[in-house]
């Protein structure tokens, strides 16, 4: 005997690195999905049983689902008895009253999920944000909710009668095992009452195996931005012990390991600084709520927003040794290799990527960049008035003059043996 889904009809917003797999999933239990995206392309990418992103197997999900009819992808929001909101949660651009960059959360995205999704809410129906934000997002998501339909009560008025119900679920997924990790790993739910965290539940109970552990909205918040800032200050020593170690000429790869070895001692790894939508933009939301309290949180972020211009500096002083070796050569002459430019190994996201970034200033200075990167096909937009080329691997190898690897790609793993013996190169993470 078939038993009845709790959900029919699940629609979710953003389809990107977050919300593509989420629907993928959801999909594959036999519910029916609508994935709604305002990047057309990426709609009919999807409709075609394709995907837009880089994730290990979850192009064969999508197309098992897609050809079933479970998944379809639309920029229109239709009815529903569930929105998961995944949209971004970027910065505001600017600077503050010191003249330094504003780290301000920026909720335009969630309040444009808000205002599209509003006219086809029915009485019963339960919204949930997955986007990371800062304490309070969920709030006003149910604020912006209330304004646009006037005829519906929310759960900020009516808790647990309210016609919708609101909830707060962070993804907490290691891109490279996303599909993995939404079934195995335990979600921590945030609902705006009891009624509305027990109905988030029941959704995340048709794909979860991980245990759903219940809270209110805001400790939900606050639970993720307190999951990356852990990670953002133990990454924020070992990027300052790199630093330091490359004052002492001490292998800090080798003192990690056996630090380490002590059993209260996880010492992270160093790298090229931190990127991604995730630690290195969470720890800014606790800043941004507390700045007076949140001291050591934000020296950790401003530490490892710095890594990535003593690497450059690193890199420009290889540089000026090959200059000073052969005075007939100019800047335009040398040749970087620049091995890696997502922020992570294995992926293709670029999002906030110090590696990126680095590949960028190289080619600011003038010389050419050969930029390998194997996990995509072409350059992000603003490459194209610099001298850097995307490269083959053997290419970049045999032509530079100065080797920076950025990025610990398994794609890299044989480097060691590949690398010119006379090479000049500068391995900030390790390989």
Not at 148 to 166: E, H, M, N, T, W
Not at 341 to 369: H, M, W, Y
Request: proline share 6%.
């Amino acid at each position: 005997m078939k038993t009845e889904l709790a959900f029919k009809t699940v629609s979710v917003i953003g389809l990107g690195y977050i919300g593509l797999p989420t629907a993928a999933v959801i999909a594959s239990r036999g519910i029916n999905v609508i994935g709604v995206d305002v990047n057309q392309k990426a709609v009919d990418t999807i409709n075609a049983g394709d995907i837009h992103i880089v994730e290990p197997d979850l192009d064969i999900v999508v197309r098992g689902v897609v050809s079933t009819g479970n998944l379809r992808a639309t920029t229109t929001p239709e009815p529903a008895e569930a929105f998961m909101v995944a949209v971004p949660t970027p910065f505001h651009h600017g600077t503050n009253e010191n003249g330094e960059v504003s780290h301000k959360p920026n909720l335009d995205y969630i309040k444009s999920a808000a205002k599209a999704i509003a006219p086809v809410l029915e009485k019963g129906n339960i919204v949930i944000l997955e986007s990371t934000s800062p304490v309070g997002a969920t709030e006003k998501l149910a604020g912006w909710l209330a304004e646009a339909r006037p005829d519906l009560s929310f759960p900020q008025d009516k808790g647990d009668s309210a016609d919708i119900k609101v909830a707060h679920c962070p993804e907490r997924v290691l891109p490279g095992y996303v599909l993995q990790e939404l079934v195995s790993n335990d979600r921590v739910i945030g609902g705006m009452s009891k009624a509305c965290s027990d109905r988030a539940v029941e959704l995340y109970q048709t794909f979860v195996r991980g245990e759903c552990v219940i809270t209110n909205a805001r400790t939900a918040e606050m639970a993720k931005l307190t999951e990356n800032s852990f990670r953002d200050v133990n990454i924020a020593f070992a990027n300052e012990l790199s630093v330091i170690c490359d004052k002492l000429k001490i292998n800090v790869w080798e003192l990690i390991k056996l630090a380490n070895r002590h059993p209260r001692v996880n010492i992270l790894q160093p790298g090229a600084g931190v990127g991604g939508h995730c630690i290195a933009v969470d720890p800014w939301f606790i800043v941004a709520s507390a700045p007076e309290e949140a001291r050591l949180i934000h020296a950790a972020r401003r530490g490892n927003d710095a890594k990535p211009q003593w690497v450059l500096e690193k890199g420009k002083s290889a540089i000026m040794d090959v200059l000073a070796a052969d005075p007939s050569r100019s800047m335009s002459d040398i040749k970087v290799a620049c091995l890696g430019l997502a922020f992570k190994p294995d992926i293709d996201d670029l999002r906030e990527s110090p590696a990126l970034d680095i590949t960028k200033n190289f080619g600011e200075l003038g010389c050419q960049v050969l930029a390998v990167e194997p996990n995509i096909t072409k350059l992000p937009a603003g490459f194209e008035a610099l001298p850097i080329t995307l490269s083959p691997l053997d290419v970049a190898l045999e032509q530079a003059d100065v080797i920076c690897v950025l990025v610990k790609h398994s794609a890299f793993a044989d480097l060691p043996e590949k690398c010119p013996k006379n090479a000049r190169l500068l391995d900030v993470v390790g390989l």
